[in-house]
């Protein structure tokens, strides 16, 4: 396929150009337009989680329980997709390595990635950012989106990321979540700062500009009582 992203890095949506027969998967309701014979289904099955218990893990993720697919006719198709949040969209060639995503950063991928919840995805329970992260291997085209724009980290060593800012990352590098540097558990708390990851290894890290927490704690703290 073909991948276009448009209007980076605030308001940025992907145009798809597919080949005859080609699928991808995306998000439930990102779809904002597409060619007019394309055929479009609905599935619970993905990857090592298939079926309904793979949907109800996507489900705890913070993700729809669906993923919509979308197949281009025997002319080809095109779509344009889009995420909820206002942001940007990274276009990942995905090697065998793989990538460890934020659950709500995924947007779409080609038929052949494989998408599942691993083991990383219980240590962000702690953050209080992210249930869950997800898995994600095989071969072809992966879109992430973020809230704000994207930027990527190439890690040699050790790196240091609040974790409302992550977006992805591969699996050459390993994490741990903690406190920020040189403070205790009470003032990291207490400044705001919150929890930490810490990375080691080598490889890429992707970040977003904005925290979709702190930006929903502003806007509460900003908004009248609701009468009753």
Not at 66 to 81: D, K, P, Q, Y
Not at 84 to 101: A, N, R, S
Request: glycine share 12%; with cysteine; net charge negative.
């Amino acid at each position: 396929m073909k991948v276009n992203i448009l209007h980076q890095p605030d308001c940025a949506i992907a145009h798809l150009i597919l080949k005859p027969g080609e699928d991808i998967l995306a998000e439930a309701g990102s779809m904002i337009a597409m060619q007019g014979d394309m055929q479009v289904s609905t599935t619970l099955r993905r990857g090592k989680g298939g079926g309904i218990f793979g949907g109800l893990k996507r489900a705890i993720a913070g993700e729809s329980l669906f993923l919509s697919v979308f197949r281009a006719s025997s002319t080809g198709g095109e779509i344009f997709l889009s995420p909820k949040m206002l942001g940007d969209i990274f276009h990942y060639q995905l090697p065998e390595t793989g990538l460890i995503v934020q659950a709500t950063s995924y947007l779409a991928c080609s038929a052949q990635v494989i998408l599942d919840i691993g083991v990383q995805g219980f240590k962000s329970f702690f953050s209080g950012e992210s249930f869950f992260w997800l898995d994600i291997s095989g071969r072809g085209d992966l879109l992430l989106s973020s809230f704000g724009a994207i930027y990527e980290i190439f890690v040699e060593g050790e790196y240091i990321v609040d974790t409302g800012h992550i977006v992805a990352f591969e699996k050459t590098l390993t994490f741990e979540i903690t406190k920020p540097p040189g403070s205790n558990w009470v003032s990291a708390w207490l400044s705001g700062e919150g929890f930490v990851c810490r990375f080691k290894g080598r490889g890429r890290l992707f970040c977003q500009t904005h925290n979709p927490q702190a930006f929903g704690q502003f806007i509460g703290s900003q908004l009248s009582p609701r009468s009753e």
